[in-house]
Nanobody
Framework: QVQLVESGGGLVQAGGSLRLSCAAS????????MGWFRQAPGKEREFVAG????????YYADSVKGRFTISRENAKNTVYLQMNSLKPEDTGVYYC???????????????WGEGTQVTVSS
């Protein structure tokens, strides 16, 4: 099994920044992609960003391009999501996810963290 633990959520004013972290443990042998999803109340879960094993290939949702950056530190089995220029519509629960499949496919992610709340006030 794989365990994912997120941290770094919180309350921030519009225009501010937050950095989320997610540490993976357990059966993480082999190349795996990691990503971030978010879910706002009453809305479907949105695929926000994904990164390949090396971190050299990335995916971003249009809604976050130019503002969010996903990165990895494989020596620590950790993925980060740097979020800048935050907007109230970025509010939601952010979930870390892992896949041994494609980093760009939202349907391939099959290991999930518990989520961390991000609230952006206007």
């Amino acid at each position: 099994q794989v365990q994912l633990v997120e941290s770094g959520g919180g309350l921030v004013q519009a225009g501010g920044s937050l950095r989320l972290s997610c540490a993976a443990s357990g059966r993480t042998l082999g190349d795996y992609a990691m990503g971030w999803f978010r879910q706002a109340p009453g809305k479907e879960r949105e695929f926000v960003a994904g990164a390949s094993w090396s971190g050299g290939s990335t995916y971003y949702a249009d809604s976050v391009k130019g503002r969010f950056t996903i990165s990895r530190e494989n020596a620590k089995n950790t993925v980060y999501l740097q979020m800048n220029s935050l907007k109230p519509e970025d509010t939601g629960v952010y979930y870390c996810a892992l896949t041994f499949g494609s980093y760009w496919s939202r349907y391939d992610y099959d290991y999930w963290g518990e989520g961390t709340q991000v609230t952006v006030s206007s």
